[in-house]
């Protein structure tokens, strides 16, 4: 069964320190997989994309790793700030089709206090 | 950038009554999507369409119709609604033909059926 699985359901930090977010899926044949970032009362906006291939990517704070093997990926975000405050959410799309359909996780709701 | 606007972020209507959400999205996409998300249970496909006048069924079509006239316009229309329909409703839409282009999201309509 393709599922996504994500941890921890939330999360609270201070401002300034470092945390990491993982996603652990079972989806095959695996296209990509990307981490969405959503606001409160905003909708999801993509923050990077993994293919196969990719090991780590980074997008300013943020830095993604992808484990084919072990099916797992994670998103870790350094030096926090108020900001980033939201709920983070894995996605993977299946197969090599335009039309392949996406696995969403639950999300993790990140808190970051000052 | 892209642009989905979600024609009402807030809505309150009675049960039995027909509801109409609207989408409209700038940017030639050929594909588009409904989507609702509930606390715990993340975002769950409801339709989508990959051309005008085309409706797929999503993972949970039952009680929704669609409805896709024009290429920038994607409806949801919840024939009688029901208490139980009351959720925060994401469009989003998407380029075809490339496979590692993101899905767009509107800011999403939170609608309270009472």
């Known amino acids: 069964k393709n599922q996504v699985e994500q941890s921890p359901q939330s999360l609270i930090i201070l401002e300034g320190k470092n945390c990491t977010l993982q996603?652990?899926?079972?989806?095959?044949?695996?296209?990509?997989l990307r981490w969405y970032k959503q606001d409160t009362g905003r909708g999801p906006v993509s923050l990077t994309i993994?293919?196969?291939?990719?090991n780590t990517k980074s997008n300013g704070r943020y830095t993604a790793t992808l484990d084919a093997d072990t099916k797992q990926s994670s998103l870790h975000i350094t030096a926090s700030q108020l900001s980033d405050s939201a709920s983070y959410i894995c996605?993977?799309?299946?197969?090599?089709?335009?039309?392949?359909?996406?696995?969403f996780g639950r999300g993790t709701q990140l808190t970051v206090w000052p | 950038d892209v642009k989905v606007t979600q024609s009402s972020r807030y809505l309150v209507k009675r049960t039995g009554e027909k509801v109409f959400l609207e989408c409209v999205q700038d940017m030639d996409h050929e594909n588009m999507f409904w989507y609702r998300q509930d606390p715990g249970l993340g975002l769950r496909l409801i339709y989508f369409s990959y051309d005008v006048k085309m409706k797929e069924k999503g993972d949970i079509p039952e009680g929704y119709s669609v409805s896709r006239e024009k290429k920038e316009r994607f409806s949801l229309i919840l024939e009688s609604a029901s208490t139980n329909q009351t959720s925060m409703y994401l469009c989003?839409?998407?380029?075809?033909?490339?496979?590692?282009?993101?899905?767009?999201f509107g800011d999403g309509t939170r609608l309270s059926i009472l």
């Open positions: 996605v993977v799309r299946v197969g090599g089709s335009t039309l392949g359909r996406l696995y």
């Open positions: 993994m293919t196969f291939s990719e």
């Open positions: 996603c652990n899926y079972t989806v095959s044949p695996f296209s990509n």
């Open positions: 989003a839409s998407r380029r075809r033909q490339v496979i590692n282009q993101p899905q767009h």
